[in-house]
């Protein structure tokens, strides 16, 4: 199961949509937004992406609060299962406690992983750019004893994105 995680789009939707299309370009199945999306076109983008996807609203998102019966966007913190794995989502970082396999957030604009009792937790970091120069996104990759983590950045000044990886034996 191949997944792709991104967070803190803000205004950005172009940078929403290349991310997007990169992800889909590693072969995920499912894209998770953790929140600030901001603009109701980057909820389009999951939309029209033809993935399975699902969002949180994030502290900046009041103003798609009224579209959450039109697109797959939830309030924080939100459960579900993607196959036999439990998933907790969430914007803001409050909830980092271990009750789902994998915990996902988002806020902070900074890539975070981490995994310690038998939990994944993982902050995918910045679409926007805002905080640095980066577009950044993570795949995740679960295989039956293994998640394996591929964190994509691009400097806004360059064309290609480069990548980090990291595995977590479970």
Do not use: W
Request: aromatic residues 12%; hydrophobic residues 35%.
């Amino acid at each position: 199961m191949i997944i792709g995680i991104l967070s803190d789009s803000h205004l950005k939707s172009d940078y929403t949509k290349e991310v997007i299309d990169y992800l889909k370009l590693q072969g995920c199945e499912y894209l998770i937004h953790a929140g600030d999306l901001c603009i109701e076109k980057n909820l389009q983008l999951l939309e029209e992406s033809n993935l399975k996807y699902i969002a949180v609203f994030g502290n900046n998102d009041r103003a798609l609060l009224e579209l959450s019966s039109k697109y797959n966007i939830k309030s924080e913190p939100y459960y579900f299962k993607i196959k036999n794995k439990r998933f907790k989502l969430m914007h803001l970082p409050y909830h980092l406690t271990p009750d789902a396999d994998i915990v996902i957030f988002g806020h902070t604009h900074i890539f975070e992983k981490d995994y310690k009792n038998k939990t994944l937790f993982l902050n995918p970091g910045e679409v926007c750019a805002r905080e640095k120069p980066l577009i950044e996104c993570v795949k995740l990759e679960i295989k039956e004893n293994e998640y394996i983590i591929t964190r994509y950045f691009r400097d806004i000044n360059e064309k290609n994105f480069k990548k980090e990886e990291y595995k977590y034996e479970q």
